[in-house]
């Protein structure tokens, strides 16, 4: 009997930092453990008595990456615990900085992190020399995300202007029929992009495990709607805690999201896989020329899915943006008044759903904050997906074996710094 | 003189500032013909283990073994430059520096966090020599691209010591504290080229303390305003919380 243990030591390509042990006995997986290297920075706890009008501001700096989508989550969940309703110019705005962080993130994993794998390079600067003109569109499309997202929110990261009730400032019309012209003329790029990943040979796999993201019967969900499951859960985002629960596993103090009791997946995929009825012109164009049959039950189509979902906030952008331009856009002064309270509310990140449910005293001082991050919510389907995997790549050498795995890690496109929640795994 | 090897290394943090590298779209090509990034385990698979003629370091030191990490770091590296808050100053996670620990520990995990490795945040240029320093929460981008032009001529980059206001009198913004909002303006350092008041929200100090900072004089206007000590006190221990050792806002009762 032989016990071998293969470490994927610091994942590289993902945001934070976190290792994968895998124990085998006799080429046979025995035991696999997620760690997470990261530090605590207990943001739960540092939020108390901090006033709303900081809480957004400071709840972003969970992540970098995401920084807009917790922005807005921590925002709404405030406005709900407040009773405060917006004019659809804030939604508006708000929807736009979104999908500004979604072109931002998405191309940024799929084709910074991921894609490098699939052509034989260690990093997108390594596959600077071979594909020169891959990389170039593709920092021009980043570029795009970014600067819807500093047109709306003033930053590409930690945005300065989204506020409890509605913004310190507006874009003008004119700036956003600039950027309504360059996302439509940005389209060829990124069609050029799903070329590339057309091109690429598919990674089989298939485990079928539940999906969870938020819905709506009227769009495509991204940043408001009921909890949804591809197995029939539907469910307002208030009962979270009925359905997603968080486990210590008996090897470690970690803490993993579970969803009645077993692993599920959040992210691109899961909205695809729940949302398609909803997907637009051209993303559906994109799904079809990927050939990608939904639902998939392939963690590995999650990195096409970011593609598909890139070319859906495209299209979104444009009624955004059309919406906006009928609209007076007429700067005002966010009148708020706190009240003691609960908010709760769900959006989704570019990796997956994303919970901030805070309780508010009537002096306007956080009391509670229970923020639950993507990627706490797939660590569990991670597991079980390098259990499930495994079998498929065991007859190969240690080195094919770890990079296979962190492969699949990154496909979730993992963010570790986000998930406050996790623990390191002695 | 070849290109020079540069160490990009996350400590405890949102991945923010690195991130702020890659933001530089319009410059990224430049940049990466001027130097040879041989470490970043965010954007590479092959990391080297050193030596660095630059290291760049992001994040806080929030638990005990990164203390050594980067003591080690420092020993392969020429120069080190710490950028963003919570390297310079300790970020927003080192507020924990002035609540009780362990009941934070319990409100952010439970009951069992004997496990959770948690130490009081100190700036990096308190464990280990630092040759630059590039606040703010993030680091400004384009600060960074100045500061790798100078590193890669042998120059130590320049960071300015005017205050935000500075800044924010050269574009002409108004003046927020005017409009009775409680700005961080006066007592903060400048470079960002005013970017939060210039959109109309206040600035909330991120960058961390202007040279010859006079606390007591931002006391008393933010006072007068109608702010309540504790708020006061929230808002000068925010991204900085090292600005507790400085003698302008130790001679002030909270």
């Known amino acids: 009997m032989t016990t071998e243990e293969i470490a994927c030591k610091h994942i590289a390509r993902v945001e934070g930092h976190g290792s994968l042990y895998v124990t085998t006995k006799d080429g046979q997986l025995v035991d696999v453990k997620m760690s997470v290297d990261e530090g605590a920075r207990l943001f739960e706890a540092f939020l108390v008595d901090r006033h709303y009008t900081e809480v957004p501001e400071m709840a972003c700096r969970i992540c970098a990456i995401c920084s807009a989508s917790h922005r807005i989550v921590s925002t709404v969940a405030i406005e709900k615990a407040f009773g405060i309703q917006v004019d659809k110019q804030v939604t508006d705005l708000r929807r736009l900085l979104i999908w500004g962080e979604y072109v931002e993130s998405h191309i940024l994993h799929a084709l910074y992190l991921a894609l490098p794998d699939y052509v034989g390079h260690e990093s997108v600067i390594s596959a600077l020399a071979d594909f020169p003109d891959v990389v170039k569109i593709a920092l021009k499309l980043k570029k795009l995300g970014n600067d819807l997202q500093i047109l709306t929110g003033g930053r590409e990261i930690h945005q300065v202007t989204p506020m409890v009730g509605g913004f310190s400032s507006y874009p003008t019309k004119q700036a956003l029929m600039e950027i309504k012209d360059r996302i439509n003329d940005a389209r060829p790029d990124l069609q050029a992009c799903v070329d590339v990943w057309a091109g690429l040979e598919e990674i089989p796999f298939h485990r079928e495990t539940e999906y969870l993201a938020i819905r709506r019967e009227d769009e495509y969900a991204l940043v408001d709607g009921e909890i949804a499951t591809l197995g029939g859960i539907r469910a307002p985002v208030e009962d979270y805690k009925k359905f997603i629960t968080e486990r210590v596993p008996d090897y470690s103090f970690a803490k993993a999201g579970e969803l009645n009791g077993r692993s599920f997946f959040v992210g691109a995929l899961a909205r695809l896989n729940i949302n398609n009825d909803h997907l637009s012109p051209f993303a559906k164009k994109v799904i079809d020329q990927l050939g990608i049959k939904l639902p998939s039950f392939n963690t590995f189509h999650n990195n096409a899915a970011q593609l598909i979902e890139t070319a859906q906030v495209f299209d979104m952008a444009i009624d955004t943006i059309d919406s906006l331009l009928a609209s007076d856009l007429e700067w005002h002064e966010p009148e708020v008044v706190p009240k003691a309270g609960v908010g709760t509310h769900i959006t989704e990140a570019p990796r997956g759903s994303l919970v901030h449910s805070y309780e508010f005293g009537s002096d306007g001082l956080l009391r509670k904050a229970d923020i639950i991050a993507p990627t706490t919510m797939n660590y569990t389907n991670m597991e079980d997906d390098v259990r499930a995997f495994f079998p498929q790549i065991a007859h190969k050498s240690k080195e094919e074996i770890q990079f296979d795995l962190n492969r699949l890690i990154r496909a979730y496109d993992p963010c570790i710094s986000c998930s406050c929640h996790m623990v390191e795994v002695k | ?254």
């Open chain 2, 1 to 254: 003189m070849g290109k020079p090897k540069i160490g990009i290394h996350g400590f405890t943090g949102c991945a923010g500032c690195q991130l702020n590298i890659l933001n530089l779209e319009d410059h990224l090509l430049d940049i990466l013909g001027l130097i040879d990034i041989t470490t970043w385990v965010m954007a590479k698979s092959d990391n080297s283990d050193g030596p660095w003629d630059v290291a760049i370091v992001e994040g806080s030191i929030s638990k005990s073994t990164e203390i050594d990490r980067i003591k080690k770091i420092r020993e392969k590296s020429s120069i080190l430059v710490t950028i963003g808050a919570c390297a310079v100053h300790g970020g927003l996670p080192a507020i924990r520096n002035f609540r009780d620990v362990e009941k934070m520990k319990t409100i952010a995990y439970g009951d069992k966090t004997d496990h959770i490795d948690v130490i009081e945040i100190k700036p990096i240029s308190h464990y280990v020599k630092v040759d630059a320093e590039l606040p703010g929460c993030p680091m400004d981008k384009m600060e960074f691209a100045e500061a790798v032009k100078a590193l890669a001529i042998g120059k130590t980059p320049i960071v300015p010591n005017d205050a935000v206001c500075y800044e924010c009198k050269i574009k002409e913004n108004v003046c927020l504290l005017k409009e009775g909002k409680f700005c961080m303006g006066p007592v903060t350092a400048a470079g960002c080229d005013a970017l939060c008041p210039s959109y109309g929200a206040t600035c909330e100090g991120c960058r961390g303390p202007v040279a010859q900072v006079n606390y007591g004089a931002e006391y008393k206007m933010l006072e007068k305003l109608g702010a309540t000590p504790e708020e006061i006190r929230r808002r000068f221990i925010k991204y900085c919380p090292s600005v507790a050792d400085i003698p302008s806002f130790q001679e002030l009762s909270f």
